[in-house]
């Protein structure tokens, strides 16, 4: 009678590592191969769109997503962790862009902005914020207009508000700074509209429309600055009367 022959503890350790490697690879595959680091998982996504090479120039996340924005030729290009698409606005030619990120959630009185193509030697930057409209607040909600005078029977509207916010600019890894604005009312304490207001300045729309369909008139300006305090650069984003965007 033969002996059964048993398998040492090595080399059942090597053959339990080897089903687990193929069963993490068999289970990776199911997913279609998604790339563990956010960078990875970019370029991916750029891959399946048509897009790039790009330049990667930062990472942030906001109060509900992550963010990586990049630049390619005549594009800035934004895209949310885990989304397959990307979205895409006009770099400038020369100089660095402004592009607040596109969120997704309303009224929550909070904008990020990111600036890519920053002056070289930036080693602090700072954002400037102005919003400004005309509005009403009855039993069927508020109404905004960067206009008092209303289309149709409606009468002008007659509350008018402007306010401006400063916000320091936060170096990213790759070169981007980040500006953080957020409304100075506590969330939902009043009726003022400052929460409402403030969030649509990072409707990508707002900067494309004629201003007799935009809700708010928002205008920014970014200056960058050396070591010594120096101005190296700055640069604007607003709506204009025309509309066209920036």
């Not at 509005?135 to 306010?163: C, I, K, V």
Request: hydrophobic letters at 35%; charged letters at 25%.
């Amino acid at each position: 009678m033969r002996r059964k022959r048993h398998m040492s503890h090595g080399a059942r350790l090597a053959r339990n590592l080897g089903l687990l490697l193929f069963l993490g690879i068999f289970l990776w595959g199911l997913l279609e191969f998604p790339s563990p680091t956010l960078r990875g998982g970019f370029h991916r996504v750029e891959r399946a769109n048509w897009a790039g090479p790009s330049n990667i120039q930062g990472i942030f996340e906001s109060r509900y997503n992550r963010w990586l924005v990049a630049t390619c030729q005549d594009r800035v290009i934004f895209w949310k962790e885990d989304q397959p698409g990307l979205e895409y606005w006009p770099r400038a030619e020369t100089g660095p862009t402004l592009v607040p990120a596109p969120e997704s959630r309303m009224a929550e009185g909070e904008v990020w902005v990111a600036a890519v193509d920053v002056p070289e030697g930036t080693v602090s930057a700072r954002l400037e914020l102005t919003t400004a409209c005309w509005y009403r607040n009855r039993t069927n909600g508020w109404t905004f207009s960067a206009q008092a005078e209303q289309p149709g029977d409606m009468p002008p509207l007659t509350d008018r508000w402007e306010r401006s916010y400063t916000a320091e600019g936060r170096p990213l890894e790759d070169g981007a700074f980040l500006f953080h604005l957020a409304a100075e009312e506590e969330r939902w304490e009043s009726e003022n509209p400052e929460q409402l207001i403030l969030s649509w300045a990072y409707e990508w729309e707002l900067y494309w429309r004629e201003r007799e369909q935009r809700a708010i008139d928002c205008s920014m300006e970014a200056v960058f600055y050396d070591e010594n305090g120096r101005e190296l650069g700055r640069t604007v984003l607003a709506t204009t009367e025309e509309g066209g965007g920036p």
